[in-house]
């Protein structure tokens, strides 16, 4: 498992394909909470990605394992369920 506290505020997540996800908010447990701003049509709050989806951290960038629009996907709201 990826050593979570190599993350930080405003790192970038992409996607294995290099698209862009979003930006990191903070780890919260052993999920990455993304920008409000990052959350498309729910910029009301706030989304998640389980860190079970990263596949590296590079530099500033989290690399994700799934390709960037199968992440969106698998997107999660703060209670855990995925996204409505």
Known sequence: ??????????????????VRVGTVDKVEGHRIKLIKADSGS?????????AGLIAA???DTVRLSANGD???LL????????LD
């Open 1 to 18: 498992m990826t050593d979570l506290s190599q993350i930080r505020e405003h790192m970038e997540v992409i996607g294995a394909d290099g």
């Open 42 to 50: 729910h910029s009301d709050h706030h989304h998640y990605l389980s």
């Open 57 to 59: 951290i590079e530099g």
């Open 70 to 72: 199968a992440a969106v």
């Open 75 to 82: 997107e999660e709201e703060e209670g855990g369920g995925g």
